[in-house]
Nanobody, 126 residues
Framework: QVQLVESGGGLVQAGGSLRLSCAASGRTLTDYTMAWFRQAPGKERAFVAAIRWNDGITYYADSVKGRFTISGDNAKNTVYLQMNTLKPEDTAVYYC???????????????????WGKGTLVTVSS
């Protein structure tokens, strides 16, 4: 069993930056895939970014490519989401998730993962 706890959300102006963290406990993340999803008010949860822990391969939603970076720290068993050039449409609750599978080009349609955090709210003001 993996427990995930997100932190780092908050209020930021458009064009600003935030870094989200997701601390994992219960087991190490080796052989896992970690991902970030987000859910905006009135919308369904959507994929943001994923990283395959053992080799660092990443995948991004088109809407965040070039602005967001997902990374991991083995020593801290933590995954990060660095968000730059934030836009008001990035406003959402951001969720950390873990799974044993890597979905490749199917990531944008993935909605189910083995483990989920409770989320952290990011609000981008215009």
């Amino acid at each position: 069993q993996v427990q995930l706890v997100e932190s780092g959300g908050g209020l930021v102006q458009a064009g600003g930056s935030l870094r989200l963290s997701c601390a994992a406990s219960g087991r190490t993340l080796t052989d896992y895939t970690m991902a970030w999803f987000r859910q905006a008010p009135g919308k369904e949860r959507a994929f943001v970014a994923a990283i395959r822990w053992n080799d660092g391969i990443t995948y991004y939603a088109d809407s965040v490519k070039g602005r967001f970076t997902i990374s991991g720290d083995n020593a801290k068993n933590t995954v990060y989401l660095q968000m730059n050039t934030l836009k008001p449409e990035d406003t959402a609750v951001y969720y950390c998730a873990g799974d044993s599978h890597w979905y490749g080009r199917s990531w944008p349609i993935i909605r189910v993962m083995n483990y989920w955090g409770k989320g952290t709210l990011v609000t981008v003001s215009s």
